[in-house]
């Protein structure tokens, strides 16, 4: 076993070396007896990418990242299990994060609560929805949604426990590296005319991904990533990193989600702001009225069909985006009182969707899914956790630091809003794949705001383990992340 792998130690414990096996044996010999050989090419899979885990933690953590933004195109194969429980080999990959995590936590008793801020309010809030699968009206829908929760949270856990200062930059590098393929094939779709037409007649780009919200979402995250890093006055490649903007932007376009045009504006005006280039924002402003009036005639009639909808006789056009939506919310809101304390289980929204339009459909709004699949408390829980994803990203702006000290947690606030303002109209709870990415630079933040703490920047927190302080740390960390010489210590 190599010495960089976690099972290294796992020593003479003999109930830990029997949890092992078992993890492994049982769910091949279940699923031979009952599933048959497609269960078993599933977890053939499973296996390998749990191999490769245990020989070397960090590089499947790494390539587990590029992966993710390749998913539709190992999704869109047939699938395979029986009518109660089946799945593509696309969604093989939440059930990788999930049970490798599982593993890792229960096997190799790792504590999940040491330096995290997110196990206890996340933890609550999985919770909630794993017990609503008793009560939920179907269970194929319950694992689906509990497992697509599970896995970027997993995820999470895996890297706050591995990461250290070289791997902060590689799990950025990582982000940038997978995004390679979405963007070639982005513009691929765009040029031939063979994206997603799905909605009201516009040929919107959905590249890898399974639908144009998703890619749009991901797209947002890497524009806060890469925006802030350009806006860094010590950044190398700041050429590069413009054209690389300019494309981002260009594809976000191309996907026509009008909710996430409206969260990389958001994004802009953020870091522009903190980062002191106000003149940026005038020229955007200038520049986007210009291409508006010369060919932006599609942007504009896709946001005034809002405006026409709601402005309209009939509100509830079942054949606008909007108006299907707007149906769609006032049912949960009329149905919630009948179960208002804990719903109607996970995966209920969906079902509520076949009943009302004859198809599975979510309900595009992630507070009122909540809400409806696990009521009052499964809604305090969501917002308790989005309250500690706020906490988390602030806790170094807040003392007005340097920002070549505060750029992850100035990436990471943007994703949050974001991530905050996409639940309003569409299903990011459930998009695991963009999800993922969020996660995954939550843990930097943390691993960041712990080295804070050690320096004496900033309060240490309940749930960081006490340790000496080091004065040096975060000049290491600045000059890791902006990739330029550690600025003089801060002391």
């Known amino acids: 076993m190599k010495a960089n792998s976690p099972f290294a130690d796992l020593g003479s414990d003999p109930l830990r070396q029997l949890l092992l096996p078992a993890a492994v044996a049982l769910p091949l010999a279940a699923a031979l007896a009952f599933g048959g050989v497609n269960y078993m090419a599933a977890l053939a899979i499973v296996g390998v990418g749990g191999g490769l885990f245990l020989a070397n933690p960090r590089a499947f953590i790494l390539g587990f990242l590029m992966l993710i933004s390749l998913r539709n195109f190992v999704a ?8 109660g429980l089946n799945f593509d080999l696309g969604g093989l990959a939440n059930v990788l994060a999930t049970g490798i995590g599982v593993v890792y936590f229960l096997v190799l008793w790792k504590n999940p609560f040491k330096g995290r801020s997110l196990t206890v309010p996340y933890g609550v809030f999985l919770a909630l929805f794993a017990a609503s ?3 939920a009206p179907d269970f194929r829908w319950a694992l689906r949604f509990v497992t697509r929760l599970a896995a970027p949270f997993f ?4 890297i706050s426990d591995m990461i250290d200062r070289r791997m902060v930059r590689q799990v950025i590098s990582a982000m940038y590296a997978s995004s390679v393929i979405p963007i070639v094939y982005g513009f691929y779709q765009w040029i031939t005319g063979t994206g997603n037409d799905v909605t009201e007649g516009y040929n919107r780009v959905n590249s890898s991904f399974f639908h144009p919200a998703h890619f749009s979402m991901y797209l947002t ?15 190398k490649n700041r050429a ?3 054209i690389y903007i300019v494309l981002l932007v260009a594809l976000e376009i191309s996907t026509y989600t009008r909710i996430s045009w409206l969260a990389m504006g958001i994004c802009f005006l953020y870091l522009s702001w903190v980062y002191g280039k ?5 020229a955007a402003a200038a520049g986007g009225a210009v291409v508006l009036l010369a060919a932006g005639g599609g942007i504009i009639e896709r946001f005034t069909s809002v405006s026409d909808v709601l402005g309209g006789d009939n509100v509830y056009d079942l054949n606008s985006s909007v108006g299907w939506r707007l149906y769609f919310w006032d049912e949960i809101l009329r149905r919630f009182w009948d179960r208002p304390w804990f719903g109607f289980g996970a995966g209920s929204s969906v079902m509520l969707g ?3 339009f004859g198809v599975e459909a979510a309900p595009h709004n992630g507070y009122l899914r909540v809400l409806y699949e696990t009521g009052v408390a499964g809604a305090a829980a969501f917002l308790w956790v ?12 807040r003392q007005k630091l340097d920002n070549r000290l505060t750029f992850i947690s100035h990436v990471y606030v943007t994703m949050t809003m974001t991530y905050i303002l996409l639940n309003l109209t569409d299903n990011i709870l459930e998009y695991y794949e963009v999800a993922i990415y969020q996660w995954a630079i939550l843990s930097l933040v943390e691993f960041n705001n712990l080295h804070a703490a050690r320096a004496g920047i900033i309060e240490q927190a309940s749930f960081e383990e006490p340790l000496e302080a080091e004065p040096e740390a975060i000049a290491d960390i600045a000059a890791v992340l902006s990739e330029t010489e550690a600025p003089p210590t801060v002391s």
């Open 76 to 83: 869109g194969g047939e699938r395979m299990g029986t009518e």
């Open 133 to 135: 699968m008793w009560w």
């Open 155 to 158: 995820t999470y856990l895996i």
């Open 221 to 235: 995250f890497l524009f806060c990533l890469a925006y802030a890093e350009f806006l860094d006055p010590r950044a």
């Open 240 to 242: 590069s990193r413009l």
């Open 278 to 282: 106000r003149s940026y924002i005038l």
């Open 354 to 356: 076949v009943e009302i």
């Open 386 to 397: 989005l309250g500690v994803m706020l906490w988390q990203g602030f806790r170094m702006i």
